[in-house]
């Protein structure tokens, strides 16, 4: 079985929040919420640390009891403790605390007073407005409730990527395991490196395509077998992610490819192409009457139909066939092309590391920047810093910058945008800094007219920089505030300002539609990852997919400039 850090910190995550929901010893639920925060953040393999004898009870927040439980996770696959406090609760309880506004404290109230224990229920409760008449629960919660209702539910049957990945790795590596496997590859929509994955659609090619379904109906994580054929077969794991099967022929490998990646809609566009063309194009191969002329490689499908190379991302019928037609497609970033992350917070907020810990990992990844941008104090934040303790920072990173070698700290803030567009730290020190990060943290329910003006006023600032999470959703949980895009474009434009792609799994934001548009409203972006601890820079990859998406180019991405450059851009 193999058992990611990220399904163990789920445990323990899901353990506190159903003895929080059963009113326990607020000691234990936060000695086991630490006990996930701090596996989330490892870096390292728990299962690999165990089986090389690593003590880990020495890990601070883990412990002896908690090393224990960590072992019966890895061994059986589950904790006894969690299952029987499952069984003690309504199967779907815990699908509540996906709902924004509803805490384990909350979930707790609508259980016990209203016996509420799924999102049904919580819709139907709000719908008769019961959950509005509860004490501590408001008119106006109540809304936000039914709103987040649907929203989870819209969202539920889908997985983040970054949910995905470890799970579509650890099957291409399970299958590629067997002997008489060619070729595995994750194709659908996990390989557009699309946000959210509806399910995994792997694509095999084997000289006995029965024993690769027969291994892979093995698989340890399976919890249920929905078919099983002599090519295909389809699965659902113990995470309820539906994993699709198929095996095909060498010869035929490169059109299956095509057809399985998708989207359904790029596809449907080259066959009508190749129609056109007097051809056929399906998941065996390209046609010419009965004539197979391409099939093997993907490559060889576009060039047959007269395209260059379309990479996955693109492929979602936003122009790409044209541009592939015409020699124009954008010449995509890469991970290795970023020189430096523009947004990261340390213990002067809300982050979990030391500036030297941020800056040591940063020029482990091979950065020659980084920039720390702690929040600023503010009613929405906890931890913000206010000028004074800002000017310490800043002191700090001086004293550090000069002892450093081979990377550089910026001096930064992630500053707040108030409700009126002033932002939430005097000039006298935003003017000190290399650069600003700006953002709106709360009041997301203004109307579009006053968020667009909100936002514009801020950067009409002349030491605004950079607009982080430019729309503030968050997947499945948070619908993005209103604003005008289109004036928001226009204005970041004027006033020299850049958008932010935020890296976190759960933002991605801007989202891959709106960075095309920026991009052709000739806005340029920094990809930052918005780590809270070192191990986070890593999500610099998910930024780069989704810039991917949105068809970036190294030019179209300041943290790709070197540091000279980078400064000069900065300057409004
Ligand atoms: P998902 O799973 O909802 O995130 O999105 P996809 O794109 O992975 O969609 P999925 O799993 O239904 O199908 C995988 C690929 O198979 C899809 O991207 C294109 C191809 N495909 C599926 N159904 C059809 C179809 O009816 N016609 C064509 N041309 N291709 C299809
Ligand atoms: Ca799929
Ligand atoms: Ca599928």
Known sequence: MVISNVEIASVFNQLADLLEINGENSFKVRAYRNAARTIENLGTDLRKMLEEGV???????IGEHIALKIAEIIKTGKL????????????????????????????????????????????????????????????KLEKKILKGTLLAKKEGKRFMYSVAEPYAEALEAYLKNLKGALQVIVAGSFRRRKETVGDLDILATSAHPELLIDYFVKYPDIKEIISQGDTRSTVILKNELQVDLRCVEKESYGAALHYFTGSKSHNIAVRIMARDMGMKVNEYGVFR??????GSTEEEVYRSVGLDYIEPELRESRGEHRAAKAGKLPRLITEEEIRGDLHMHTLYSDGHNTIEEMAEAAKNRGYSYIALTDHSKHMAIVHGVDEKRLREEMEEIDRINETLKGITILKSIEVDILEDGSLALPNSVLKELDLVVGAVHDKFNLSQKMQTQRILKAMDNPYFNILAHPTGRLIGEREPYKVNMKQLFEGVKQRGCFLEINAQPKRLDLNDVYTKRAKEAGIRFAISTDAHNAASLHYMKYGVYQARRGWLEKDDVINTLSLGELKKVLQR
């Open 289 to 294: 009457g009965e004539k197979k002329i391409a």
């Open 55 to 61: 003590d880990i009870s020495q890990i601070p927040t």
């Open 80 to 139: 006894a403790k969690l299952e029987r406090f499952k069984h003690a609760f309504p199967p779907h309880l815990l699908d509540l605390l996906k709902v924004e506004g509803i805490g384990p404290k909350r979930a707790k109230v609508l259980y016990r007073e209203l016996n509420i224990s799924s999102l049904d229920g919580l819709k139907k409760a709000a719908q008769k407005h019961q959950i509005s008449a509860l004490k501590g629960f408001s008119e």
